[in-house]
């Protein structure tokens, strides 16, 4: 199925995703005694980036976030569709074509203590990138690693401490200026903040929104969280079970959500009863097993809107009148019955 892109980010694009689909073959309950089934962990993702830009990527735990990322950066093999990176589709993983386009598109964990050795000075890890490339020689490589730490607002004075030495915030920063010094052109943030403090959360948005700016990076952001994603990002797509079923620009897509599963999202940000536009949308349970992917739309079982049609009749990703990309027959005005939830 060929899905629309949205039409909001201008140019040519960095990185093109077309009907990107990862399945997995796993057993259902039972172990290794389970009957075999298929896990469709992203199905049919399509979306456009380009440089010096950022779309945002926001669902639930286990909506195919993570795996679209590890596809993009040909972490994972895709079982349909293609990614192009600059121009070129993604060589297979581990070939050495793979692994001189991986020096151009880098990927920031939530961790930050996970992705950095506690035995090694920080700024030899920051190097290290280097001379696993065979970049430079050990002065220059050092001499890089200096501006690094500079440019992610540490200095040299940090070169030679250790990540249990540094806050969370600091070690992130480490883990920014490891991720750049082979000059990438593009960034995968999975949860880049989720692990920090409250307090410094602000401080490390605003120095990506900084190396972005300085850098001309692209960012593909992965958060659960759609007031960090209206901060960050020039676009956003909100994932259920392996699709996207919302894209397009945050301020809009906060304001006047147009999917029922935006809906809820939206409704579970916190704010002030009287600042509230919509009463408060509570999702009926958890997010279906993907293993069992319900027919028709796959929110129809938690959707308050589903009507006849929905049990029946997957919708399309595809705009409406306003240009966002909306994947919802009542949201198209096209629901041919009564809603059947209470
Ligand atoms: Fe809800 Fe139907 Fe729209 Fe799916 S297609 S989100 S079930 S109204």
Not at 24 to 37: E, S, T
Not at 49 to 68: A, F, I, M, Q
Not at 202 to 215: G, M, R, S
Not at 280 to 297: M, S, Y
Request: aromatic letters at 4%; one cysteine or more; charged letters at 20%.
């Amino acid at each position: 199925m060929n899905q629309p892109t949205s039409p909001l980010l201008q140019g040519p694009p960095l990185l093109q995703v077309r009907d990107l689909a990862r399945s997995f073959q796993v057993r259902r309950a039972g172990g290794w005694f389970g009957k075999p089934a298929t896990l469709h962990a992203v199905d049919g993702v399509s979306f456009d980036l380009r440089p010096g830009r950022t779309l945002g990527l926001v669902g639930e735990s286990g909506c195919g976030k993570t795996t679209t990322a590890r596809l993009v950066l040909g972490m994972l093999t895709p079982t349909g569709g293609t990614v192009r990176f600059e121009g070129e589709a993604v060589p297979a993983p581990g070939t050495a074509a793979w692994r001189r386009m991986r020096r151009r598109m880098q990927m920031v964990f939530q961790d930050p203590l996970g992705a950095l050795d506690r035995r090694i000075p920080v700024g030899v890890q920051v190097m290290e990138p280097l001379q696993i490339h065979g970049i430079g020689a050990g002065a220059d490589r050092r001499s890089r690693a200096l501006e690094l730490l500079d440019a992610v607002g540490l200095g040299s004075s940090f070169f030679a401490r250790y990540p249990h030495e540094l806050s969370g915030g600091q070690r992130q920063r480490i883990v920014l200026a490891r991720a750049l010094i082979l000059e990438p052109s593009l960034l995968v943030c999975d949860e880049p903040i989720s692990a920090l403090d409250v307090s410094i959360q602000a401080q490390v948005i605003n120095l990506l929104l900084d190396l972005q700016a300085k850098f001309d990076l692209a960012f593909l952001f992965i958060s659960h969280d759609l007031k960090v994603v209206r901060q960050v990002c020039h676009e956003v797509a909100v994932m259920y079970l392996g699709r996207i079923v919302e894209q397009g620009d945050p301020d809009q897509l906060l304001i006047d959500p147009a999917h029922p599963y935006t809906q809820a999202l939206v409704s579970a940000i916190p704010v002030a009863a009287a600042a509230r536009r919509r009463p408060r949308l509570i999702l009926k349970g958890d997010p279906p097993n993907p293993v069992d992917r319900p027919a028709g739309c796959a929110f129809h079982p938690r959707c308050p809107a589903a009507t006849a049609r929905c049990l029946v009749d997957t919708p399309v990703l595809k705009p409406l009148p306003n240009g966002r990309l909306v994947a919802c027959h009542v949201a198209h005005g096209e629901a041919d019955s009564p809603r059947i939830a209470a």
